[in-house]
């Protein structure tokens, strides 16, 4: 399970990066927030809690 939701969340990850003219000026929000959230679930399932 926690394989499946890294994954996804690389997938969100790499979709949230601002390569299309109306999303640049978003910066890099969308993209932060995802990584900090693929952090937290790598640390948590490197500590075995996922």
Do not use: E, H, K, Q
């Not at 990066?17 to 679930?41: A, D, E, Q």
């Amino acid at each position: 399970m926690g394989t499946i939701l890294i994954i996804v969340l690389l997938l969100l990850l790499l979709g949230a990066l601002p390569s299309w003219p109306y999303s640049r000026s978003w910066g890099y929000y969308p993209s932060g927030t995802l990584g900090l959230v693929l952090v937290v679930v790598l640390v948590l399932a490197l500590a075995g809690n996922i």
